[in-house]
């Protein structure tokens, strides 16, 4: 009997060594690290000696992409993109009730954009033939982007505006990007978005793209050495943050 304890010692250890080794497997789940990346502690999973022959699709295809996208990286030939781009093609049918249309967005990311990370998109609306874009958000940003008529009708509060979402911060070493399609309304001076509102929550909202990532290698390849110092130059404001996370863009 008495090698029990030691016994149960090592069973207690190999019980505390499988914990540690079911934690290391949830923090390298690459989209709980997307989020965990966006509540702060961004830096635990970077590292900055990334393989370099990773193109940016082949980074954001393994983050978070929605299933109804697809990414290309930018090349000279085409207008609309650079060589130091991706672009991420998006359409998804809503065949609701509350909202019955079909959305198309197309994002052109630039990392490596000299005055900050920077972002494009274009949205295309069935329903009433609309193509709208918007150029030049920057790192930085958090802002809802109403597409101009369209809205959910949602019994009980009435029209809701339908509204393309984007989250940008950081710089091409740590990027941090949430995109998607989301409809917010004021309920009693409070801001309530469509996770909040039934009848709405099973459609919306609709994220294409999140995620952090690790671009820095890419642009320093692809640029002068000046170009890449003016890069790094678009920081993080932490204040971003803050606001973030109790902001609407936030919300699953
Ligand atoms: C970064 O990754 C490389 C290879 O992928 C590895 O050798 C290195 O130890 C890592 N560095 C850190 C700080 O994790
Ligand atoms: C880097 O990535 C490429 C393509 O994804 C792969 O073929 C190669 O084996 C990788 N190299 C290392 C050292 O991981
Ligand atoms: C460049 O992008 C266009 C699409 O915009 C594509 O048709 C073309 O094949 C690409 N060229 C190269 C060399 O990848
Ligand atoms: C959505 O609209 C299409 C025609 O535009 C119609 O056939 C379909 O029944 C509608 N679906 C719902 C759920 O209202
Ligand atoms: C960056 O430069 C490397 C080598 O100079 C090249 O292989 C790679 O295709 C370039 N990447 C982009 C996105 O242009
Ligand atoms: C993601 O990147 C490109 C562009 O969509 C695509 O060709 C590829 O099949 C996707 N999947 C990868 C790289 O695993």
């Known amino acids: 009997m008495t090698s029990a304890p030691p016994l149960l010692f090592l069973l207690s250890l190999l019980l505390a060594l499988s ?6 497997k949830k923090a ?10 966006k509540l702060g502690s961004i830096s635990t999973s970077i590292n900055s000696s990334k393989n370099h022959t990773k193109s940016f699709c082949d980074r954001v295809n393994t983050t978070g992409i929605s299933k109804d996208c697809s990414c290309r990286n930018g090349n000279e030939t085409a207008s ?19 909202f019955n249309d079909t959305i198309g967005l197309k994002l052109v990311v630039a990392p490596c954009d000299q005055a900050g990370s920077s972002v494009s998109f274009n949205v295309v609306e069935k329903n009433h033939n609309l193509d709208y874009e918007i150029s030049g958000i ?3 940003d958090e802002v809802n982007y109403p597409i101009p008529g369209v809205s959910a009708i949602v019994p009980g509060i009435g029209h809701i505006g339908i509204d393309v979402a984007v989250l ?17 309304a004021a309920v009693r001076d ?10 709405l929550s099973r459609i919306l909202p609709w994220w294409i793209l999140w995620g952090t990532y690790s671009f820095g290698d890419i642009c320093t390849a692809n640029s002068t050495s000046t170009a890449a110092a003016a890069v790094r130059m ?3 404001p932490m204040e971003r943050l803050a606001k973030q996370q109790q902001g609407v863009i936030s919300e699953a």
Not at 28 to 37: A, F, M
Not at 80 to 98: I, K, N, Q, T, Y
């Open 190 to 199: 409070k801001q309530v978005c469509a996770s909040a509102i039934p009848g």
């Open 234 to 236: 678009g920081s993080t």
């Open 80 to 98: 609309d993109e650079g060589p130091l781009s991706f672009v991420v093609e998006c359409e998804r049918a809503f065949e609701s009730m509350v």
């Open 28 to 37: 390298d789940n690459p989209l709980l690290r997307g989020i965990q990346g």
């Open 19 to 24: 914990a540690t080794q079911a934690q290391k």
């Open 138 to 140: 920057h790192a930085g």
């Open 168 to 184: 940008i911060f950081g710089n091409p070493d740590e990027l941090s990007m949430k995109v998607g399609v989301n409809a917010c």
